[in-house]
């Protein structure tokens, strides 16, 4: 649970040895690199990170529904040669659609019109043919058109109208705008379509055919990214004169690597500690077992460089979060089946590793909270039977289960700002977190305390605590200096606002009652299904049918509704409520500079 120390490297040596170095450092493949040239004034024509055109060659044949028989000699594959000709295949073939397009929407046009050519201007006495096409509701407006003029076709909307004039009549002597059929005949135009679909056919064949190399490119793929990758590089480092630049961050655990790879070429190596200005990536590390974590953390937000790894805690509270939400052991047991079933199909990369054993424990932490609350297909055993006997909460127990939902939400709270205590140690802003920790656990006490039966010095204490938090609040929230009256009246200002975080801390800790509301909620429906199948069944004939449909569709439906429930909520009181208090800041990711693993 800790973000690898990193120290910012540069490197410097002879330009000539440019690729060389790069690519070293790429076989390392320990390097976040830092580019130290000026954005471009034209990002487009800087080298891209990735093999863009490898990849949309590849998505291109991908979509080709019968593929060709797959090549898998590769001795005289050339993959640029082939990206290009599959890229001037995917030009080829769009303007042939669009070219074919055109000319049916043109030929649909035109058809009403006739078969003809535009006659020559000496043939008409100077007079041009000017088209129309007028709605019949209007025809009657071309009485008082004084040019001479002739319906062609018609149909029982509109007509085709013919005026002969010198020049284009003006736009108020009929009630609609000039059509535009163009220079060329009907006949030309449908010998341009035969043409057109016979290059459009061409085209698609010649797809289907350059799908021969879909796996030989899927193959040399990390090749061509590793080539992008090094183009990036390069043009990411600082040259002058003879001389080149790299710098990045690397690893402590690496630094030996790269400074014998600095040694062995004879190159000029400064290694130095971040500084205050500077901003790191940030780099977790975590045991394999819960490297999931890690995942779940980057998706929504990457801790700062210097702060502190909440991977580990993230991995577990969201799978009490979700087994909480889910609420039942038979729900369990059918992901835990959809596990199995897929459990092989996961195992094939080291992302699908990861993910597979955060499954089993978000399966194995809900299945063991649906025996706790004795909750089976929304079924509750009985109480005799051995599997009734390990029931140990009822989710029907508001009380029970509302002071066990505050609680958790108290203790994940306290949990991240122990860890800013941590951060803080030895600053007197630490005693702020203290604050935050006295003031929710007093304020717990308060609320317990107040119950029936509970003990008067529960109340007492938890009132003493709540004070002296928020008076540790109060003075230490602020690092402010106190120089004059002026900055001790702005740190006395910034104490009243950070005591404004009552209510939202008090908001947060509510928030965590959505997790006995959404467990109770999945048992009540699935408890509602079971009786409306137990009433099916009791009709006569087709009774048995529509229960075992109503158990079927019903428990499937409340299934997929705890899960997206478990899934969203779970996360969102990590994400929202636990990162609010937890985390200051926000980082990225350590994104190495390395070779991508082959699959040759």
């Not at 593929?67 to 073939?93: E, G, T, W």
């Not at 056919?201 to 061509?224: G, N, P």
């Not at 509270?317 to 729900?331: E, H, K, N, T, V």
């Amino acid at each position: 649970m800790s973000i690898v120390s990193l120290s910012k490297l540069t490197l410097a040596g002879l330009l000539k040895e440019r690729i060389s170095v790069l690519e070293q450092l790429q076989a390392l493949g320990c390097l976040h690199l830092v580019s130290l040239v000026e954005a471009a004034r034209e990002p487009e024509n800087v080298p891209p990170a990735h093999a863009v055109d490898a990849r949309r060659a590849l998505r291109y044949l991908g979509d080709v529904p019968d593929k060709r028989h797959q090549v898998r000699a590769d001795q005289d594959f050339d993959m640029p040669k082939a990206v290009a000709s599959i890229l001037a295949n995917q030009d080829r073939l769009r303007h042939a659609y669009d070219e074919r397009d055109d000319l049916v929407q043109h030929v649909e046009a035109l058809v009403p019109w006739g078969d003809f050519r535009l006659p020559d201007r000496n043939a008409l006495a100077g007079r041009y043919l000017w088209f129309y096409i007028v709605p019949e509701r209007q025809m009657h407006l071309l009485g008082e058109l004084t040019l001479p003029w002739q319906v062609v076709h018609k149909d029982n909307r509109q007509s085709w109208v013919v005026v002969l004039d010198r020049n284009e009549p003006p736009t108020d002597a009929l009630p609609v705008p000039r059509a535009r059929t163009g220079a060329l005949s009907l006949g030309e135009l449908y010998k341009r379509l035969d043409e057109a679909e016979v290059e459009l056919e061409d085209a698609v064949a010649e797809r289907q055919a350059l799908t021969r190399w879909i796996y030989l490119m899927s193959r040399h793929l990390a090749r061509a990214e590793d080539h992008a990758a090094l183009k990036h590089a390069a043009a990411q480092t600082r040259v002058d004169e003879e001389l080149f630049l790299v710098q990045g961050w690397v690893p402590e655990p690496a630094i030996a690597a790269v400074s014998s790879l600095a040694e062995r070429q004879g190159l000029a190596l400064l290694l130095e500690d971040p500084e205050p200005a500077d901003r790191p990536p940030t780099l977790l590390e975590n045991p394999e077992p819960l490297a999931a974590g890690q995942d779940l953390v980057g998706f929504y937000q990457m801790p700062a460089y210097g702060t502190w790894d909440p991977s580990r805690v993230v991995f577990f509270s969201f799978a009490f979060f979700f087994a909480m939400i889910l609420s039942d052991a038979g729900y369990a047991l059918v992901l835990g089946l959809l596990l199995a079933v897929f459990w092989l199909r996961l195992g094939r990369s080291e992302t699908g590793l990861r993910w597979r054993k955060l499954c089993s424990v978000l399966v194995g932490g809900s299945l063991l909270w649906g025996v706790l609350v004795g909750s089976y297909f929304g079924v509750s055993l009985s109480q005799e039977s051995f599997w009734g006997r390990l029931k140990l909460l009822d989710l029907n127990d508001f009380d029970t289960m509302t002071k066990l939902s505050v609680s958790i939400g108290v203790l994940h709270l306290v949990l991240a700002h122990l860890e800013q205590l941590a951060l803080k140690w030895g600053r007197l802003a630490a005693w702020a977190n203290v604050g935050w920790i006295a003031a929710m656990l007093g304020g717990f006490a308060m609320w317990l305390g107040g119950g029936q039966g509970a003990p008067h010095w529960l109340s007492t204490t938890g009132q003493w605590a709540l004070g002296l938090g928020l008076l540790a609040v109060f003075v230490f929230a602020s690092e402010r200096a106190v120089r004059d009256p002026r900055s001790a009246l702005f740190r006395l200002l910034d104490g009243l606002w950070a005591l404004t975080g009552v209510t939202r801390i008090f908001g947060d800790v509510l928030s965590y009652l959505r997790l006995f509301a959404l467990g109770l909620a999945s048992a009540s429906l699935a408890l509602t299904f079971n009786d409306l199948a137990q009433q099916a069944s009791q009709v006569q004939g087709m009774g048995l049918l529509f229960a075992i449909l109503i158990l079927f569709v019903g428990h499937l439906l409340n299934l997929m509704l705890a899960l997206m429930s478990g899934v969203v909520h779970g996360l969102r009181l990590n994400y929202i409520e636990f990162y609010n208090w937890a985390l200051s800041g926000e980082g990225y990711a350590f994104q190495p500079f390395k070779k991508k693993e082959s699959l040759e």
